[in-house]
């Protein structure tokens, strides 16, 4: 794995703890780690969230073009199997 992307995956998994914990700020390891296939985690990873135009509500920066296809397929793997007791996606 490229050094960028496992920065990226170190500060996924650092900024999961907060999604985890039951505050304000739900996202994709809390919800989509589970679901029975990978691609709103590959979304979110790819184009970031956003919230509407002047309102106040969670966001992530979008790191697609940041990652390889090869990248983005081991950090959502990596996330299935840290947050979800799930099989692994078939990618």
């Known amino acids: ?3 960028r992307a496992l920065a990226l ?3 996924l998994a650092l900024g999961s703890s907060a999604h985890a ?4 700020v739900k996202g994709t ?12 985690v590959v979304q979110v990873i790819r184009d970031g969230i956003s919230p509407p ?5 969670r966001s992530m ?3 697609g073009p ?3 296809e090869a990248e983005m397929t081991a950090l959502v793997k990596f996330l299935r199997a840290r947050f979800s007791k ?3 996606w078939k990618m």
């Open 21 to 24: 914990g039951g505050g304000a």
């Open 1 to 3: 794995m490229s050094p």
């Open 66 to 68: 940041q990652l390889s």
């Open 53 to 57: 135009t002047g309102a106040l509500g």
């Open 29 to 40: 390891v809390t919800t989509s780690d589970h679901a029975p296939v990978a691609d709103s």
């Open 61 to 63: 920066p979008a790191f």
């Open 9 to 11: 995956l170190v500060v």
């Open 86 to 88: 799930q099989p692994p």
